[in-house]
């Protein structure tokens, strides 16, 4: 199942043997991943993206730790993308 909208960030998981991507950059054709021979399912986790607005740096969240993310680039404070 293809979620709605851009699929940038979503996250897609083999049901086989639990291998996770991530959709980082979108173009005109149709993403339909398939990994151990099955299709991949989308999760119901969406990727966080950050932008560095001096250089346009990008950096995605893979899994939240306990602490606070502040990621910083060209001495800047990274901003979150809309999703």
């Known amino acids: 199942m293809t979620p709605a909208g851009s699929p940038r960030g979503w996250?897609?998981?083999?049901?086989?043997?639990?291998?996770?991507?991530?959709?980082?950059?979108?173009t005109m054709g149709s993403f339909d991943p398939h990994c151990c021979n099955k299709p991949m399912r989308t999760t119901?986790?969406?990727?966080?993206?950050?932008?560095c607005p001096v250089c346009g740096a990008?950096?995605?969240?893979?899994?939240?730790?306990?602490?606070v993310f502040d990621p910083h680039c060209c001495n800047r404070t990274m901003v979150v993308l809309a999703a």
């Not at 996250?11 to 979108?26: D, F, H, L, N, Q």
């Not at 990008?58 to 602490?67: L, Y």
């Open 44 to 51: 119901r986790r969406r990727a966080v993206f950050y932008r």
């Open 11 to 26: 996250v897609y998981r083999c049901a086989v043997c639990g291998a996770e991507v991530i959709v980082v950059g979108t």
């Open 58 to 67: 990008e950096v995605v969240v893979v899994r939240k730790g306990r602490g």
